[in-house]
């Protein structure tokens, strides 16, 4: 996230990768807080594992955010997942998140 628009209710998140390679050539994006069940503004950690992404399990507020291979359906922790997909890009798992599952920050870590 590198910005807070429209009085807090939008969250501008940056994306990886070259712009040729992102849909129309665009780096970051707006999206709506309760798109990624952020809950404080609070700067997290810097050391985002970069080999994961984002997966969720639950629905809307009562979901979990897991840490993912690629393109794997199953989470770190063994959990059935689904992505969270931005414009055909998923979002990198943060261990630092609110709703971040424990047992995939643990193994994230000990991964690093």
Do not use: K
């Amino acid at each position: 996230m590198v910005g807070i628009l429209l009085n807090g209710t939008l969250a501008l998140v940056e994306l990886d990768g070259e712009p040729s390679e992102l849909l129309g050539c665009a780096r970051r994006w707006p999206i709506h807080w309760d798109d990624l069940l952020v809950y404080s503004v609070d700067a997290g950690p810097v050391n985002v594992q970069d080999g994961y992404r984002l997966g969720l399990s639950g629905l809307e507020r009562g979901a979990v955010q897991h840490a993912v291979h690629g393109g794997s359906g199953t989470s770190l922790c063994g959990e059935p997942v689904h992505p969270l997909p931005i414009c055909g890009w998923s979002l990198r798992f943060s261990p630092g998140a609110a709703r971040a599952c424990p047992v995939c920050v643990r193994w994230a870590v000990e991964a690093s």
